[in-house]
């Protein structure tokens, strides 16, 4: 909800997750001046990574490539866009962000966690999801099983098409045996021509954020796919 007193336009929010009430005063000379965008379904000082679980695992042959497309949680991030300088007020989704441990209780990173079907071609995306494509390169001579994809989310890009529909950035699951591979960022969307969205950054609390923004780009996926 937005309320003008004075110079001043007042942003508040009751619902969503993480929970309000949130209320901002915004110096804004215009309400074009704030922009509403997909951002990423996660709460950074908990985890930067997104786990996907395949609800019907995927086999891969050995010495084979193979492009899927799975579904991914997004929330509504607000930002307020003035004089040619972004900054994110506030970011919600519409319920509570679950989360899982990937690999074992003293080594394992936590993760958003998000069940998924899997799809051959691009699906339609439904509310408060995106769609993002995976493209899995298996080097191994074995056949492989894909249960788990996980991105370092928090520093992969969002698109939007003229529809208003989230696009998540591409990435690459490189297989180097059966239980062992590399998820990797691509800085591509899905579909080819999309625009980007805001990023994020700005406004988060990034805990893990490297010097000067340095984009995390991969994780290793150690303890099985």
Known sequence: MLANKGPLIYYRRTGGFPEGPVEKALGLSSLDDLVICPVHSVQPEVSTYLLLRLRTPFIIPPRS??????????????????????????YFGPSVFKYA???????????????????????????????T???VENTSDNYVEIRNVIYPIVYAQFYIDNMGNAYLETSKLSITSSNVGVVELRNEPPISGLPTCLKT?????????KPAGEKIAKF??????
């Open 65 to 90: 490539t193979a492009t899927i497309y799975l579904k991914a949680p997004v929330a509504a991030g607000v930002y307020v866009t003035a004089n040619g300088e972004q900054r994110l007020v506030d």
């Open 101 to 131: 441990l990937y690999g074992p209780p003293a080594v394992g990173q936590v993760c958003r966690f998000y069940i998924t079907d899997i799809f051959s071609e691009v699906p339609e995306a439904g509310p408060w999801e995106a769609v």
């Open 133 to 135: 494509k995976v493209v």
């Open 201 to 209: 950054e700005g406004g988060l609390p990034l805990p893990f954020l």
């Open 220 to 225: 290793l996926m150690e303890f099985g796919l």
